[in-house]
Each structure stands twice: as C-alpha cells, then as structure tokens.
C-alpha cells in the first residue's frame, strides 16, 4: 500500500477570479468576490453572491466549446479549473491515459434543466426542448469536463452536497493508496442555480448582507459557485516524473453527523470525529495544527456546532481559523477543493486568509485571523467540509520540507 | 492487499416481486415499456410516523437497508456508500414544478431538503446512527460500481472491516417520458433500489466473493478483452437489453474474445435505469449462491450450461463510454 499521497497541481476559478494567481492576489488584498447576482435569472436580488464574472458565452469563447457545453456552467468551470491544475503539473497526455478525474458535483446541469423544464412539462415532452434536460445528471458533467482535459483511465462523480469535492479528493486518495492509479485529477465544481438558490432560501439560511462567519451576529450563507482541481500522485509518480511538490495530503477522514438532513449535532460529533480521525491517519497531534480554514457557512447552526467541535479537541487554545467563504461566498459542491487550493496557497505563500466581515466574537477565545500575521512557518492546515445529511470531511494539507540529501 | 471482501447479504426491490428471491422460481414478466417498482410493506421496517414523511425512494432504500441488514451479521456498518444516477429525482422534479408554476416565493423546504442524492445514504445513517465513512456516488449507468469500487477498496487495504453498499434510482412518468427522448439505447424501464452488505469476515453464511471490482473510461476493446481469462470468465453477465444501441457493445467484446462463454442478461427481468447494474450484481450472487442459472436469463447461448459455477463476471456499459467489471467468486 502506497503510503504517501503529494499534491503537485492546482487549478481553480471563483468570484475572487480566474486561476491561482488572481485568488492569491484577491486573497492577500482582502478583496471579497461577493456581490450582487449578474449572471442566474432569479427574483431574489436581494441576496449578494459569488458569482464568477464570466458569462457562459464568455467561457465558452474563452475555451472554444459549444454546444451543449455552453450552456453548462458547472461544465465550462470545471475545464477552465482542471485545465490549469493539469498543466501547473506538467502532466502529459500519456500520462493522463493512466490517470483517474474525480469530480463532486451535485447542481450538475440543474442550470439547463431549469431553464426548459417548464417547456417539456407543459408540453408532455413533445418538444426538442426535453433533449436538453439529458444534461441533468452529474454523472454527464463529469464526463464532458473529463473529454476536455485528457483521455483518463478511470472517471466517476461524487455527490454528497457541500463535502462532494472533498469526498472526490478522499476517493483519489485511497485510489492511489490501493495501487489502482498513480495520478488523480480531483476536484469538483457547481454552478449557481436558481433552482438551489431557492432551496437554500426555503430553509431561510441566507444572509441579505454580506455573510460574517464565525460572528456572533451572523445571518446567513451568500452562496458562491466555482470549480476548483488538484493533482494527487503518488511518491514513486513524482520521483519518476519529477513533479514539484505543492504539499502533501497528510490526512483525511469521512465521517457522517448522523442527527438530521440539514440540521448538525448540537456537540458537532460529525466534525469532531472527522477532524480526530483525519489527525490519527496523519499521525498529528492537535498541538501540530497550525491553522484551520473551517467550512464557516456563517449559519447560526454550522459556525456554532464547528467550533464546539473545534473545542472539543482544542479548548480554549484553539489554532488559528478562519472562514474563506466571505471571500468566495459557500461554493457548496466545490467548495471543498476550492477551499483546499486556498489551503495550498497559504502553505506555499506563508500566509492566512482572514474571516473578513467578523467583528464580534460568538464566544471568548474564538476569534478568528482577521489581521495579517506572519505565518511562514504554517506547516500543518486543516480543511474541513460538511454537507446535508451530516456529509463531514476533513483533509489536512502539510508542507512538503526535502529531506537532506 | 490482503483482506477479502464477501457478500453478506442483499435485498432488492425492483418490478420483481420486492425484498424476495420469487423472481428466480417465478419471475414477473411485463408487456409495458416502463413499469414502476413493487412497493415493499414497509410496516415492520420503518415506523409510520417516519415512513409518512419519506418519498418513495427513500422508503425503499431504507427496506432494502433494513432487510439486508437484518439478514447479515452487521448491524452498525463501517461504512454506507451509495450510487445513485438520478438522486431524489422525484422531490427535485416537485420542486422543480412549483418553481414553474407558483414562482419563487411559495417553495416547500420538505422537498429542497430531501432532493440531494445524498438524502439517500445520510438517511440510512441517521437511522442507524452511524458515525462511519458516508459517500455518494452519482455517475450514470457505473454510479453503484463506483461506490462498490471505493467500499472493495477500503476492505482489501483495512480500512474498513464492513460496508452497507447499494444503489437507487426512482423513475417518475415523467421521467420515463423524457428517458424515451434522452435515453434512445434504453428498452423496458424500471425501478431499482438494492442494498448488500459487504464484509471481509469468512462465515458460512456468506453468499459469495468480490475478487474484482474494475472501473473504465472509453477502453479499447483490446482493454477489456485482456481482463478475461477462459478459464475463469466462463459465466458473464451482460448488461444487454435488447436495444441494438445498447447491446452492439457487448457484442463487439463478445466478438473479440478468443473463447466462446456462457452469456446471460438481467435487464429482461429487471429492465433498464441508471441503478439496473446493481441488479445485475444481486443476480450474479444469487447464482453462485444458488448454483443455479434459471433458463429465462440464457442470452443468444446454443446449450444450457454444463459446466463448474465457480465465477460470474458481470460487464456493464454506460453510454459505451463508461464500463465496469465485477468477478464474483463462489465460497
């Protein structure tokens, strides 16, 4: 059993901008990506979001694709994100024959299908209009991102809501550790959508302001859409290849909150447990965690139920943390890879993203970053995403230091 | 990779007659193009109070967990790993109809909450509180061997010692309708909902061996030639439903291998969604535990079969362009 699993590409694209260079900038400046809806057709302006700033029609031109991938958002941002992951790895089409793409996605092409699911259910599916509606499964976008990028030995989609990419990063993992493959594209991407957009807001889980997690008057997720891939390799792939090393996937755990559909645990057991046994296969200790980019929706439920995870292993000597969604706004599908480049830039760039919009503390000694430090000796993160159903998962990024000799 | 990986248990609940093995005497044999699932009585599996609340598939997974469970030696499961094509499709098409015709500020959050095609798997574990590994895997016509691979894996390396694994899908008639027009390589369609228990514990009471679980993206013929060997593969069980779309695939393999095996199909019973694989693994264990083919499943083969029920390879396609392979193994 392969032991060690390295990161050695990312690729990612969100409201804070196209690739890893203008996420690093708008990162490091403070720039939040939220704002008002351009892009989903929807009565409910009143809820900021984060939308990437490119239209379909933009992407599309950008890519050089058309139908039916232009009018499949969670498509043309997977390509653009695992395009750029692929080549920062420098891998080849040969050895992407042999490699495995792995992709969370729950939205799939729910963008397509809600804008002509009114024309085939009025009209009983006569119309050419319920072809489009093929679309909808997140398998298909899975298998157009992967047709745009290589050929791929192995493909397959995991869909467990806000966790789905950090489920499609563990998946690659464990098909690495068992010898199935020795490189894997994972990742995941989500397109915004009207149709979950008014989900959320059903569940009155939306913020009209700009989202303030981890703060003691927060009202609310802004949701976010975007895709976001990483490289995992094996240690004798990056040997052979040569690959650098952006950092190991050092840990990572699934657990399940078991309590209810989209409400957590009042002692978060979900992610107490995920981030426990995420630290036991990293043999890391609590001391060892340097800092914690949280899932921090910035619901009353979520940011409350985190942090008495967080204090069940740390107490009050909690490690630093934040929540990047007021960057970025809850990419849901995709946030657990979104958020995991982000994890990769702060190792390899020495700094913490600050929980912008926090003012005031939920508890004492549970502030989060918010002004900047000096953290170049961040050796240890950890990344937490927890879905619907209790879908918790912890993945613990660690900086790759060359041994002498 | 050491550690096995046995069959426990199954259920299933299909058009066949529900969480029964009646259909290998006595199958049920439909004219209609789309027929929907036998319900199960759920009066024994599921209390009313939370059965009222649940849409049809979540009832019938929850049977078929439920049952398969209750037959095996497992009660709390390391891990529940579900596939899932469609998810909750008929919460999310309700939705979706509110949304056309009342607009966007009467929504019902019953339906938004139990639409993910993870409700599935985190449903099983809330009932069973099960803290375990918990995964979803929703890709077409390979979305149960996607969970089956990632569970077969976990076992063989020791990271889990037991797994629920299983596969749902619901079609809505309206659903069925738009499959005619975006699915043109399905035939008979219908419902599917199976559950199993996997373990890596050698008991007497287990069905029969995963000795292989392999996944493929747009192989070449050669590629999938090269896995089978004549003196295992004798037995495969194709995912063949009459359709030429579908089936001049599995025809093409069959023409290029280099032995003539005993082929059969499962979908004629089961007929076609994008959990029909699942059904086919149900059948190919129940084969080898039964050491039995029943003749209505005999596909295009010129005798009956003679020899050693020792495997059965189920081969399955999805849209040609995704392929599975899973050896199953007699104990």
Known sequence: ?405 | MANRCYINSLAQVSCQKPLSDEWFDSPCLYLEDYVRAQEPDTKDLIMPSESRRMSKILKRTVSTAITALKNSEIKHPDAIITGTGMGCMENSEKFLIDLSRFGENCLKPTLFMQSTHNTISSLIAIILKCHGYNNTYSHKGISFESSLLDAWIQMKNGMIRNALVGAHDEVSPFMDLVLERTHPEYSFVSEASVSAVLTNNMSSNNICEVVEVKLFHRPDVKELTNLLDKNIDNVLLLGINGNTLNDRPYENLLKALSYKPHTLQYKNIFGENFSASALGFYVGAKILEKQMIPTFLSWHNENVYTGNLEYVTILNHSDNITWSMIRLKRV
């Open chain 1, 1 to 405: 059993m392969a032991d060690k699993v390295f990161v050695t590409g990312a690729g990612i694209i969100s409201a804070l901008g196209i690739g890893k260079e203008a996420t690093l900038e708008a990162l490091l400046n403070g720039e939040s990506g939220i704002g008002k809806i351009p892009h989903i057709q929807t009565e409910h302006e009143e809820f900021p979001v984060g939308e990437v700033a490119l239209s379909n029609a933009e992407m599309s031109r950008m890519l050089n694709v058309g139908y039916p991938i232009d009018g499949l958002r969670t498509v043309l941002m997977g390509i653009i994100a695992a395009k750029e992951a692929v080549e920062s790895a420098g891998l080849t089409e040969k050895e992407l024959r042999k490699a495995a793409f792995i992709s969370g996605t729950t939205v799939g092409g729910m963008d397509k299908t809600e804008r002509h699911f009114k024309t085939v259910f009025d009209s009983n599916v006569e119309t050419d209009d319920s072809l489009e509606l093929k679309y909808n499964d997140c398998g298909y976008s899975t298998e157009l991102i992967a047709d745009n990028i290589g050929k791929f030995n192995l493909i397959t989609t995991t869909s467990t809501a806000c966790s789905s990419a950090a489920n499609a990063i563990i998946f690659g993992a464990n098909l690495i550790k068992a010898g199935v493959t020795d490189i894997a594209v994972v990742g995941g991407s989500e397109a915004l959508t009207k149709f979950h957009l008014n989900g959320f807001n059903t569940l009155m889980i939306l913020d009209k302001k700009n989202c303030r997690p981890f703060d003691k008057e927060r009202m609310g997720i802004n949701l976010g859409e975007g895709a976001a891939y990483i490289i995992l390799e094996s240690e004798n792939s990056v040997k052979a290849r040569g690959a650098s090393i952006l950092g190991e996937l050092r840990g990572y755990a699934n657990t399940c909150d078991a309590f209810h559909q989209t409400a957590t645990s009042k002692n978060g057991e979900g992610a107490y447990l995920a981030m426990r046994k995420a630290m036991d296969m990293a043999h890391l200790c609590p001391q060892d965690i340097d800092y914690i980019n949280a899932h921090g929706t910035g619901t009353p439920n979520n940011d409350e139920t985190e942090l008495a995870a967080m204090q069940r292993i740390w107490d009050y000597e909690l490690p630093k943390f934040s929540s990047t969604k007021a960057f970025t706004g809850h990419t849901t599908s995709a946030s657990g890879s979104i958020e995991a480049v982000i994890c990769l830039l702060a190792l390899q760039h020495g700094f913490l993203p600050k929980n912008l919009g926090w003012h005031n503390p939920m508890k004492e000694d549970a502030i989060p970053v918010i002004d900047d430090v000096d953290n170049s000796n961040v050796k240890n993160i950890i990344n937490n995403s927890f879905g619907f159903g209790g879908n918790d998962s912890t993945l613990i990024f660690s900086k790759f230091i060359k041994e002498n000799g």
